[in-house]
């Protein structure tokens, strides 16, 4: 147990700051200036396109794992959530950028495939989908 029994009221408040910020956080993804728009040599032009991929990534990640704490309030869950985090963060993130940078630079809009990676990366789809599995698992057993 992360947070005791007896304060059950502290994980509703943790759940509900969390799906508050992730809603803030979509509703104003465009109007934030996670890294300036500011001129860049050639060399580092993608610099803030990466850096806003990055910092979104980052930030609906951690307040998924907040949620994976109110919800399942176990070591066991929170440990693969995270292990998932780090694996979206390490590998796929990368792999992302480089499929979108080589082809089609940093415009806002994607082809269908690179649409795809970029609800998995950038919005915390992924870690939705292992929320749901989870939640299925566990009323599966219980039942």
Not at 17 to 29: D, G, K, N, P, R
Not at 105 to 113: F, K, N, Y
Request: hydrophobic share 55%; proline share 5%.
């Amino acid at each position: 147990m992360i947070i005791p029994e007896r304060h059950k009221w502290a994980r509703w408040m943790l759940g509900f700051l969390a799906i508050c910020l992730m809603t803030l956080v979509y509703i104003f993804q465009r109007k934030w200036l996670w890294f300036p728009e500011i001129p860049f040599t050639d060399q580092v032009k993608y610099l803030p396109f990466i850096m806003n991929r990055l910092s979104r990534l980052i930030i609906n990640d951690s307040l998924c794992l907040l949620l994976f704490i109110a919800i399942f309030n176990r070591k066991a869950e929170l440990k693969l959530a995270s292990w998932v985090f780090v694996i979206e963060l390490m590998l796929v993130l990368p792999f992302y950028l480089t499929l979108k940078l080589l082809l089609e630079g940093d415009a806002e809009i994607s082809t269908p495939l690179l649409s795809f990676i970029h609800r998995l990366i950038v919005n915390p789809l992924l870690m939705m989908i292992l929320l749901s599995g989870l939640l299925y698992q566990r009323f599966r057993v219980e039942r």
